[in-house]
């Protein structure tokens, strides 16, 4: 029995140990990180620096862009690392540092996307009660609580994780250090963090089923309004929304829910990469750079920068 201390490695497996298929997919992500890394920061310096935007939807969508910045983050660019060295390994407290950022920023991100349906909501079903109900306030306190949320599970996870000795190789059938791979490589069942995959699954249902009925109401509202191009806007802006959110949380319930093989597939590689990496890449187009305040906002900045220049 080999028990892991802070000294100890971890071996990341990733997609594959072909040489000229780690590079494309070194390439590959790369491209995806930095995508996601202009989306994400053009909307922090937009939404910072336009006074039309300091809206309750455009505070939210702030946070969303640094809790995506900060979940593409922890993964990915080790991941590209890895690839283009061909190294795999990562040690105990990095791997530590990846469980427990991964769970407070996906945990926290569950709970701000409800809390953006709630204000989608407000804003459709009860615009002329949108300001009261929607006040600066209440916008620190629902981002603060869901921040809280995600720290709180974070050292849950962390915690019951690595409280159980390991045997064996410490090899990770991922890019990253996953919880169900990590639990494969237990002595024993780890009763308490199934506990605590439990609680989670539970959170993040009752989020998911939160936002359905959010946005029931949203559409039951939109197909009653006279205008055609307002029911466009609306339906272009919120499909793309409940795709992403049913595709994020979707993939984590059968990451975290289905037993793993012996051999783990390509394919539970590929749907952690739903709940890893699609997120934080589709956001910025779906919540905002499609929107048309962004898009004069964007222009905005660029004219000033440009006579700045000039």
């Known amino acids: 029995m080999d ?5 100890s490695t971890f071996f990341l497996m990733g997609f594959t140990d072909i040489r000229e298929i780690q590079i494309l997919h070194a390439m590959l992500f790369l491209l995806i ?18 006074h039309c935007l300091h809206t309750p939807m455009y505070f939210f969508l702030k946070n969303l862009s640094f809790l995506d910045l900060g979940l593409i983050s922890i993964t990915v660019p080790k991941s590209i690392t890895n690839s283009l060295m061909n190294y795999n390994t990562i040690s105990f407290l990095g791997c530590v540092s990846q469980v427990f950022f991964f769970f407070s ?21 009860h615009p002329l009660r949108y300001d009261s109900i929607m006040s600066r306030g209440s916008c620190v306190r629902m981002a603060a609580s869901s921040w809280l949320s995600g720290g709180l599970n974070a050292i849950l996870h962390t915690a019951s994780t690595f409280s159980t000795p390991t045997c064996g190789s410490p090899e990770v059938h991922q890019f990253f250090c996953d919880v169900p791979q990590l639990l494969s490589l237990a002595c024993s069942p780890n009763t308490g963090e199934f506990v605590v995959i439990g609680l989670s699954l539970v959170f993040d249902f009752g989020c998911f089923v939160f936002i359905d009925i959010s946005y029931i109401y949203i559409f039951s509202t939109v197909l009653r309004m006279p205008s055609r191009e307002g029911r466009a806007r609306v339906f272009s802006t919120c499909l793309p929304h409940l795709i992403v959110v049913t595709l994020f949380l979707s993939s984590g319930f059968f990451a975290y829910l289905h037993p793993l093989p012996k051999s783990p597939s390509l394919s539970d590689l590929l749907i952690s990469v739903f709940y890893t990496v699609v997120p934080p890449t589709m956001n910025p187009l779906i919540y905002s750079l499609r929107n048309k305040d962004m898009k004069t906002a964007l222009k905005k900045l660029r004219m000033t920068r440009v006579c700045q220049l000039s």
């Open 105 to 125: 920023l996906a945990t926290t991100e569950v709970a701000l996307l409800t809390v953006m349906s709630y204000d989608r909501y407000v804003a459709i079903c």
């Open 3 to 7: 028990n892991l201390t802070s000294g």
């Open 33 to 50: 990180y930095l995508a996601a890394l202009l989306g994400n920061l053009l909307i922090i310096l937009v939404t910072t620096k336009d």
